[in-house]
């Protein structure tokens, strides 16, 4: 595949750019369609993304409707087969803002204006339609083989809520025809699994405008929750973590001392008590610096591993609100290790090998990152340097792959991210392991060692899940709602063929109850097909047993799995014994 590049030269795309040009190229495509139905358009930013491409656009009013994003990518169809030569071409600044003043562009006016006074600028052009880009971009429009308009949405100019609202109207484009057909496949499937969807119809939870963002956990959901901290206090346990709860408000000092008042302020909400600012806690660090910090600490006790499932608040914009994904309170699955700067390799292996167990147990592969020093940062380049490298030679001991993501640490350390890789092929950043020396300097943080001399603590933090919320979100949409059973809200649901078995009916229920196991019972008046079609399909209950006079007569229940269209008859001590050894082994 042939591209050029901005100062006229042509070549062989690098195979790793190719769908990026592609998508960009696409979008550059998608002006020029637009500009063709709406003359009066004013174009702003049109970059390829991961997810695709998307241009912001003012439209000076104008309203879109399906059939008008349907309209543009028709146009776009009509100018890929016009196959015109796409040209870059160089102009100096004053003649460059000449240009997209005599073409009335005044967001690309202003985006000159804030490029330094000694940047080159290039513009592309293809058949009449001229933009100001870097490049690079394929040769001729016909090169670009398969897109399709997705959908639009607001975005501020600059994403300055100040500024005017633009459409942004988003697109995604593939090398192959079949390549974009496999994608909007994975598409609807998502959409089926989408969370919001299942979790309305499993009843887990919901939303309510007087809350944005703040998610309700409904009896369901909260079965699936527990399960889900059972388990994590169970490995806790058994790693020697000591769980700890830090108070939701905490005093602006102790947030100026850690250091995220500074950088995190404007995503905290604070309050005033007793004349004196507070802040909801947007992260549970602090608090467990407070607990190391409330008593004298030897050597011997180190490593201290405590863990806490804190809920926090960060304050997002209601735009980014998604379900699940991105709420303004969650609760996070987070420790704190101390310990000596010799134990540092030792525990990050530790935590590794615990967040592997974890994901494992859910099916997910998963990739890591390690994140190196941002530009805003505190602390000295010798702790930096020592905290990286302390990350790396944990990565190469357990020889295990990573990629450098550089500048994208906290402000406080550098760390690994985990990136799990759901049924669907979609990826997820949830488990990190960060390294920080600079909050038990903050804090001045101290352990007195073999030879009676004060030193200063090394602190890991850590989360498996990331959050509880977004992580039940993830493994809804990975499941589509089809639990283990050890996790389903509902594990057994016993229906009813008639009013003669109730008693029967009710028997086996309290058994399983008093197994616990969590189970349901459907009497109502309705046909039995109907009852199993709602139990499996849309309850996604793991296992129906059907009982009806054949089972009243012999004491024994027919199971339909939710998995299967079979049924099979056991004694109720058998199918008690088989469910508890599922949930038991967390299968």
């Not at 399709?148 to 994403?159: L, R, T, V």
């Not at 760390?415 to 488990?431: A, N, P």
Request: hydrophobic letters at 35%; a negative charge; aromatic letters at 10%.
């Amino acid at each position: 595949m042939k591209i050029v590049y901005s100062d006229g030269n042509v070549a062989e795309c690098p195979k790793e750019d190719e769908l990026h040009i592609i998508r960009h190229t696409a979008a550059h495509i998608m002006a020029q369609a637009i500009k063709r139905l709406y003359p009066e358009a004013d174009f702003a930013y049109g970059p390829a993304t991961d997810k695709g491409f998307y241009y912001d656009v003012d439209l000076n009013g104008a309203k879109l409707s399906d059939e008008d994003l349907d309209a543009i990518e028709k146009e776009m169809k009509k100018i890929v087969k016009e196959n015109l030569p796409i040209k870059p071409f160089i102009l100096p600044r004053e003649e460059a803002i000449a240009l997209m003043e005599e073409r009335k562009e005044k967001y690309k006016v202003e985006h000159i204006g804030d490029l330094p006074q000694d940047a080159v600028i290039s513009f592309y052009q293809q058949g009449e339609y001229i933009d100001m880009c870097t490049g690079p971009h394929l040769c001729y429009t016909k090169a670009l083989k398969a897109f399709k308009i997705m959908g639009q949405s607001g975005a501020y100019w600059k994403n300055d809520k100040n500024n005017t609202m633009l459409t942004r109207i988003n697109g995604i484009a593939f090398p192959t025809q079949k390549e974009l057909d496999d994608y909007l496949v994975l598409l609807e499937e998502a959409e089926k699994r989408d969370h919001r969807k299942i979790g309305k119809e499993m009843g887990l939870f919901m939303m309510n405008d007087e809350a944005p963002g703040f998610p309700f956990f409904l009896p369901k959901g909260m079965a699936l929750r527990n399960a889900l901290i059972d388990y994590w206090r169970e490995i806790h346990t058994r790693e020697n973590y000591s769980e700890i709860s830090t108070p939701l408000i905490m005093n602006r000092h102790l947030w100026e001392t850690s250091g995220h008042w500074d950088h995190y302020k404007d995503n905290m909400y604070s309050t005033t008590i007793d004349d004196d600012t507070y802040c909801v806690k947007p992260m549970n660090c602090p608090g467990g610096v407070m607990v190391y910090a409330s008593k004298p600490h030897s050597y011997r006790e180190l490593p201290l591993r405590l863990g806490e499932l804190g809920l926090v608040h960060r304050h997002e914009l209601k735009g980014a609100l998604h379900g699940l994904f991105r709420v303004r309170c969650f609760t996070q699955d987070d420790a704190h290790i101390f310990m000596r700067r010799e134990q540092i390799k030792d525990e990050i292996i530790g935590v590794v090998h615990l967040i592997n167990e974890v994901y494992s147990k859910f099916g997910f592969s998963y990739f890591v990152e390690l994140s190196t020093r941002p530009e805003d940062s505190m602390g000295s380049d010798e702790d930096w340097e020592a905290a990286t490298n302390g990350l790396k030679e944990a990565l190469e001991s357990l020889e295990l792959p990573y990629i450098i993501n550089e500048g994208d640490g906290a402000f406080y350390g550098p760390k690994i991210d985990f990136h799990l890789e759901d049924s669907l092929g979609r990826t997820w950043q949830c488990g990190t392991i960060q390294l920080d020396f600079q909050m038990p300097l903050n804090f001045e943080l101290e352990y007195v060692d073999e030879n009676g001399e004060k030193q200063r603590p090394i602190m890991i933090h850590r989360v498996c899940f990331g959050s509880i919320e977004r992580f039940i979100g993830i493994l809804t949409e990975h499941y589509a709602g089809k639990f283990p059973v050890w996790l389903a809200p509902v594990q057994a649901k016993v229906l009813l063929v008639s009013e003669k078995s109730a008693e029967y009916a009710n028997e086996v229920y309290e058994r399983l109850r008093a197994e616990g196991i969590r189970c349901e019972i459907d009497a109502r008046n309705e046909k039995i097909g109907y009852m199993i079609r709602e139990a499996q399909v849309v309850e996604r209950v793991p296992y129906m047993l059907i009982i009806g006079q054949s089972e009243v007569e012999n004491k024994n229940v027919s199971i339909r799995s939710r998995d299967t269209a079979e049924t099979q008859t056991m004694s109720l001590d058998e199918f008690a014994a088989k469910i508890k050894a599922e949930i038991k082994d967390r299968v």
